[in-house]
T-cell receptor, first 110, second 116 residues
Framework: SQKIEQNSEALNIQEGKTATLTCNYT??????LQWYRQDPGRGPVFLLL?????KEKRKERLKVTFDTTLKQSLFHITASQPADSATYLC?????????FGAGTRLTVKP | GAGVSQTPSNKVTEKGKYVELRCDPI?????LYWYRQSLGQGPEFLIY????????DSGLPNDRFFAVRPEGSVSTLKIQRTERGDSAVYLC??????????????FGEGSRLTVL
């Protein structure tokens, strides 16, 4: 069956370090992957989209990569801040719908 | 309003009751999605509308769940004979250009359903 998975439930890092989150997909080839941020009690908010023909995409302190050989996307937050603490979700489009991973809860400690 | 609006924000009901959850998408967005999210989990796809029609309802868990979007704007998710396992946050999202062009989803704040 088609799956999109985020292997780490939680990630704790020190302020100023780079956070790296992983998203893997199996048994399908998405045209693009998206990353969302979700704060407690709120709906997810779109951050970045990367297409299958793009290796890397950047936005301010965020960087996303897409490796179609490894079937994996990496999401990086450089110079992390406590305000970056949230759950980060990856999502992929397949056929008619968007499917989400379970999310990784990032905590950045001061 | 500027964003996706969901009502009610909280709903507490008893097992066996009927519940309706409403979603008002961003004006002009033709694609509308319903998701269900349990604590510590990612959003679970339920149904996708393109205009008035349900393009994909494969995520609806059983026939107690039904959704409509009669005029291609507001959508209502209907749950009959609610069960305790239906307790979750129900998220609605809309998109201007679904599919291969962009697909960025704009989410509402969700409706938290608690079935006692």
């Amino acid at each position: 069956s088609q799956k999109i998975e985020q292997n780490s439930e939680a990630l704790n890092i020190q302020e100023g370090k780079t956070a790296t989150l992983t998203c893997n997909y199996t048994n399908y080839s998405p045209a693009y992957l998206q990353w969302y941020r979700q704060d407690p009690g709120r709906g997810p908010v779109f951050l970045l989209l990367i297409r299958e023909n793009e290796k890397e995409k950047r936005k301010e302190r965020l960087k996303v990569t897409f490796d179609t050989t490894l079937k994996q996307s990496l999401f990086h937050i450089t110079a992390s801040q406590p305000a970056d603490s949230a759950t980060y979700l990856c999502a992929s489009y397949n056929n008619n719908d968007m499917r989400f991973g379970a999310g990784t809860r990032l905590t950045v400690k001061p | 309003g500027a964003g996706v609006s969901q009502t009610p924000s909280n709903k507490v009901t008893e097992k066996g009751k009927y519940v309706e959850l409403r979603c008002d998408p961003i004006s002009g967005h033709t694609a509308l999605y319903w998701y269900r999210q349990s604590l510590g989990q990612g959003p679970e796809f339920l149904i996708y509308f393109q205009g008035t029609g349900a393009a994909d309802d494969s995520g609806l868990p059983n026939d107690r769940f039904f959704a409509v979007r009669p005029e291609g704007s507001v959508s209502t998710l209907k749950i009959q004979r609610t069960e305790r396992g239906d307790s979750a946050v129900y998220l609605c999202a809309s998109s201007l250009t679904p599919g291969l062009q962009s697909g960025e989803l704009f989410f509402g704040e969700g409706s938290r359903l608690t079935v006692l």
